[in-house]
């Protein structure tokens, strides 16, 4: 079997999906070639496992200090650029396009007639959540955005619907708690940020953001983005300050790591994501930066690891398999080896 594996690349949350997807599909024989769209070429890093791929320019949010300007996200679209993009991708010698709401791949197996399966947890919005309809809009949208032929949402909690748990990657084993805060705020303005921990003189933060070399700052950090570090980083700091999005916070539950999240605002995913996060326990949720909620949640120890389910060696047997067992069916097996 061969697959296109479509990513969108706007963060690192779909990247780091799809790096936990490719070995389980490997081991069932799948031969895999990948797509990545949304942001610029010269951004990707640390790409090496994905042999050699494509890129295009796709679609992406522009951001400034943690908000979406929906204007310059309009402006920027270049949708011209878009079709060109999907008329020159040509994905008829595959037998399956799997897309993880990537929107080029996605049309051009729509236009060409190869199937295709939608796996992200933009798919799960497609359904009501802990009680909350989507915006009466919202299904159309992403249908629109990254259509498939069948779509696995993904989240922390099935609601009663047909959604995959999430899959993570990585070592739930105990390590030694440094004693560090982890800070992952990669669209907020690094000055406003570090100002904000200054609020808990006594506490060690670690950011990571786009600077060249690591820079110190009292009990501030600064490091570059990297993929061997801040995993290591991850399973060692004492909680992680983040924005809402779902495949980070997903990593940071599954290592036990308590999380104060900031969604991003005009962003109706981490909008999402925010209350349920709330709703359910699971994460600290600050709107602003507030220094009395930085330090009160500074204070709480951190959660048990939730354990979830090898969601990706599901997902890679069920695509083996021609996807002939019904979606619903497949999900609730999923969720049944909790």
């Not at 005009?266 to 600050?286: F, H």
């Not at 990706?312 to 695509?319: E, G, T």
């Amino acid at each position: 079997m061969k697959i296109l594996y479509g990513v969108q690349a706007t963060g690192n949350g779909h990247i780091t999906r799809a790096r936990a997807m490719l070995p389980a599909l490997q081991a069932h024989g799948i031969e895999v070639d990948f797509v990545f769209s949304g942001r610029d070429e010269t951004g990707y890093f640390d790409m090496e496992c994905f042999g050699t791929y494509r890129t295009f320019r796709g679609f992406t949010y522009r951001m400034q200090e943690g908000r979406v300007r929906r204007f310059d996200t309009l402006a920027d679209a270049r949708p011209y650029r878009f079709v060109q993009d999907v008329l020159a991708l040509d994905v008829r010698a595959y037998d399956l396009v799997l897309t993880d709401f990537e929107p080029v791949s996605a049309w051009a197996a729509r236009r060409q007639g190869v199937r295709s399966v939608g796996l992200a947890h933009q798919y799960a919005l497609l359904y009501p959540l802990a009680g909350m309809p989507p915006p009466p809009l919202l299904p159309f949208g992403l249908k629109a955005f990254a259509p498939a032929d069948d779509y696995l949402g993904l989240h922390w909690q099935s609601f009663g619907q047909p959604i995959l748990p999430p899959l993570v990657q990585v070592n739930p084993h105990p390590v030694d708690d440094k004693g560090f805060i982890l800070v992952y705020l990669p669209f907020e303005d690094l000055t406003r940020v570090k100002t904000w921990l200054r609020s808990a003189p006594q506490q060690r933060f670690r950011i990571y953001a786009a600077v060249d070399k690591i820079v110190s700052d009292g009990l501030i950090e600064v490091h570059p983005f990297s993929r061997t570090a801040f995993p290591r980083d991850a399973a060692e700091c004492s909680g992680v300050i983040c924005n809402a999005g779902f495949g980070l916070c997903s990593e940071m539950m599954a290592l036990g790591k308590k999380l104060l999240v900031r969604p991003l605002d005009n962003q109706a995913e981490q909008a999402s994501n925010a209350k349920i996060l709330q709703k359910t326990g699971a994460a600290d949720v600050v709107h602003q930066f507030d220094s009395a909620t930085l330090r009160d949640w500074l204070q709480r120890p951190n959660p048990a690891p939730v354990r979830f389910p090898d969601t990706a060696s599901a997902v890679a047997d069920w695509l083996a398999g021609g996807c002939a067992e019904p979606v619903d069916k497949m999900v609730e097996n999923v969720w049944a080896h909790d």
